[in-house]
């Protein structure tokens, strides 16, 4: 794994960024960009356009080989017409959601890359929304920003978003149960309708097949908006078609998480890809948990960070990997005040990881601090096709 130092792009902005970079085949690139400089939302945007275009010059990514963006904004509601003329909106599949970045910026930058120099993997834009991109015989699905305005309560709404991502998937020979891996679900008031969307997905995916016998998905379910008073959640999602039997593996560290079922919830804690030159494992959200299914160190978020990232070192073990392969993390706090003792421990241990420090209360108030990101290790299976 190589690490980038992005500083000094642009006036203002703190970059950097993880790639990993086989002997031949597709590179992967994360990249964080945030700004840490007070101004105005016209300005900070400015400045996120300009250092994004460096560093890609920079990294030499190739033009087209954004996958999918995240745009982290601190009042999408008036931020939301800028960030729709900019370019960061375009070419790839992007999500807006609003989730303050700490302290002082007004909107922050995820970008994952997958570049190919042989093989480039080509991307479509469906009519529904849907962001598709075949490489290596596979086709990867991204369906972002997905919300149902007005439709009634979190209930609904998570319901009806699932089942429109599910009509994404069937429309291409896919379903839920086979191909989806991930999802992220936004919920502007949290603390009052995250019981509405846990009982919605644990329906729908028991209608799909998708129970504590077969398997869930890795997933986030976290504070977020939308930009829009009508819309009480929003749901990004990706799928795979084309993996082999025995190349997907659910993560577990029983002796640190229970499973996610044992209190009323249906996501795995985290999901492994093996491929001929690669290993890929996609951390849900993570706290401070123990294997009860209780809160650990309640009150004191400096603990709870221990034992989040210890619980995250666990689950990376049974993938075969280590919190130094990790390729960036997002940082949830409940309290935006836990920003500066939490950036300085972070800080601490992981001097070169990409990562923003987000103001997004997690699902139970005890809960101080919740992380998820993603990690690459080069010991793949040569029996599956590469990456």
């Excluded at 890795?218 to 829009?228: K, L, P, R």
């Excluded at 003792?341 to 139970?364: H, M, N, S």
């Amino acid at each position: 794994m190589q690490s980038y130092d992005l500083r000094g792009m642009a006036t203002g902005i703190r970059g950097s960024a993880r790639r990993y970079v086989p002997k031949t085949g597709a590179q992967e690139t994360h990249l964080l960009l945030v700004p840490d400089q007070p101004g105005s939302f016209a300005r900070q945007l400015q400045r996120l356009e300009e250092a994004y275009a460096e560093a890609q010059a920079r990294l030499g990514l190739a033009a087209g080989s954004a996958v999918f963006r995240r745009l982290f904004a601190s009042d999408l509601i008036n931020q939301r017409e800028l960030l729709a003329a900019s370019g960061l909106s375009r070419g790839a599949a992007v999500s807006c959601v609003e989730q303050p970045p700490l302290p002082d910026a007004k909107l922050a930058l995820y970008a994952y890359h997958v570049d190919d120099p042989a093989t480039p993997p080509r991307t479509t834009f469906a009519a529904d929304g849907a962001v598709l991109w075949e490489h290596q015989g596979r086709t990867h699905l991204a369906a972002m920003a997905l919300t149902l305005p007005g439709e009634g309560s979190s209930y609904d709404q998570m319901r009806g978003t699932l089942v429109r991502f599910e009509r994404m998937l069937a429309d291409r020979g896919m379903n839920l149960l086979e191909h989806a891996l991930r999802t992220w679900i936004y919920l502007p008031a949290l603390d009052t309708d995250y019981q509405g969307i846990v009982r919605a997905r644990r329906e729908l995916f028991t209608e799909h097949g998708l129970t504590k016998e077969t398997h869930y998905l890795a997933s986030t379910g976290i504070a977020g908006g939308a930009g829009d008073p009508a819309v009480r959640v929003m749901l990004d999602a990706l799928a795979v078609q084309g993996l082999a039997a025995g190349q997907v593996h659910y993560l577990h560290a029983l002796d640190h998480l229970s499973l996610t079922h044992l209190y009323g919830v249906t996501f795995e804690r985290g999901t492994a890809i093996s491929y001929g030159d690669r290993t890929q494992a996609l951390l849900s959200g993570t706290a401070s948990i123990d294997a009860q299914g209780q809160i650990v160190h309640p009150g004191d978020v400096l603990r709870q960070l221990d034992r989040t990232l210890e619980n995250m070192a666990a689950l990376l073990a049974d993938a075969g990997a280590t919190l130094a392969d990790m390729t960036h993390m997002l940082i949830y706090l409940r309290d935006g005040a836990d920003r500066r003792p939490i950036e300085r421990a972070f800080l601490r241990r992981f001097p070169d990881l990409p990562y923003v420090i987000l103001r997004a209360p997690v699902c139970r108030p005890g809960w101080l601090i919740e992380i998820e990101g993603s990690a690459i290790v080069p010991a793949g299976n040569p029996s599956f096709a590469p990456f």
